[in-house]
């Protein structure tokens, strides 16, 4: 049965050629302004570990209550997370925020950053049930919305599937199978912990359950649980680390309110000034819907 993963988080720059088929503990608070951006620091307190975050607000939205907030679901990097990928991180949390006049939370999943733990997808999915917790306690934000690149992307859709309280997802560039990207291997673990991503020598503590939790957790299972709320799949033509048929098979599971736009770009689709365009323009109309 695959349906576990799903019960267990509720509780715990170019003009694109474009093809489009449509049917913690205490929040610590230390504010900088940057421009027209307010920049508070966010901590997720998960219960295991502490999350850092960052909330990112337009100056023409300071004051209001209620606006819609993000939950920013970052890549799982080639090697370390650098400081050039947290500011490239939070440089398209600003663009977000700009683009759509939303509050932006860019947050480290487990084993990224400056947050604590090691990298796995049960926890970094735990992860994002506790930022939607989070935000629904805030009192000025209003409806959520997740937004994730690669496997970031994947996470938020899986969450998404259980967790009505996340009103749609935009997916840039993510797997629809996690047991495709070689996250179980033996070479993977030397590299995450040669990365900083897995800290913990005695970590995972059951391997063969980390594996199965990879087939387990892969959004193409539960996706089609996030109907009728809408979904936007964003995916680069040329990206050969998740082929285009993945996008494809994701819509075709999740059903007729996803959308599905393939820009001229590779993976790093998240890093394309027009698809950032192309979702921003997404969630201002679903806004207005909502």
């Known amino acids: 049965m695959l349906e576990a993963p799903i019960s267990h988080f509720q509780t715990g720059l170019t003009r694109p050629c474009v093809t489009r088929d449509s049917d913690v503990h205490k929040f610590t608070y230390s504010m900088t302004t940057l421009g027209q951006m307010e920049q508070t620091q966010y901590p997720i307190d998960v219960g295991e570990v502490f999350l850092a975050g960052v909330m990112l607000r337009p100056h023409a939205d300071i004051g209001e209550i209620h606006t819609p907030a993000i ?5 799982l990097p080639e090697g370390r997370w650098t400081d050039d990928e ?21 947050f480290n999943f487990r084993g990224i950053g400056d947050s604590d733990g090691d990298f796995g997808i049960n926890g970094w999915c735990r992860d994002l049930v506790s930022v939607v917790d989070a935000l629904s306690d805030d009192p000025d934000m209003g409806d959520i919305w997740a937004v994730g ?13 259980g967790d009505p309280r996340i009103a749609g997802v935009v997916a840039l560039g993510a ?28 970590y ?47 819509v075709e599971a999740a059903g007729p309110s996803t959308e599905k736009v393939v820009v001229p770009a590779d993976h790093d689709v998240y890093a394309d000034e027009s698809s950032v365009e192309i979702a921003c323009t997404w969630l201002r109309d679903q806004f207005k819907v909502g």
């Open 71 to 75: 939950a920013l679901c970052h890549w």
């Open 204 to 250: 995972p503590p059951d391997l063969h359950a980390w594996r199965r939790e990879l087939i387990a957790y892969s959004p193409i299972h539960h996706v089609r649980r996030i109907a009728p709320r809408p979904i936007l799949v964003v995916h680069g033509a040329r990206d050969e680390l998740v082929p285009i048929g993945t996008a494809e098979r994701l």
């Open 175 to 202: 797997p629809a199978e996690f047991a495709a990207l070689d996250l179980g291997s033996d070479d993977f673990f030397v590299r995450a912990r040669n990365s900083g991503i897995i800290r913990d020598p005695d």
């Open 149 to 161: 690149a690669g496997i970031g992307g994947s996470v938020a859709l899986n969450v998404a599937a």
């Open 86 to 106: 947290q500011d490239a991180f939070e440089d398209l949390g600003k663009q977000i925020a700009l683009g759509t006049g939303a509050s932006v939370l860019c």
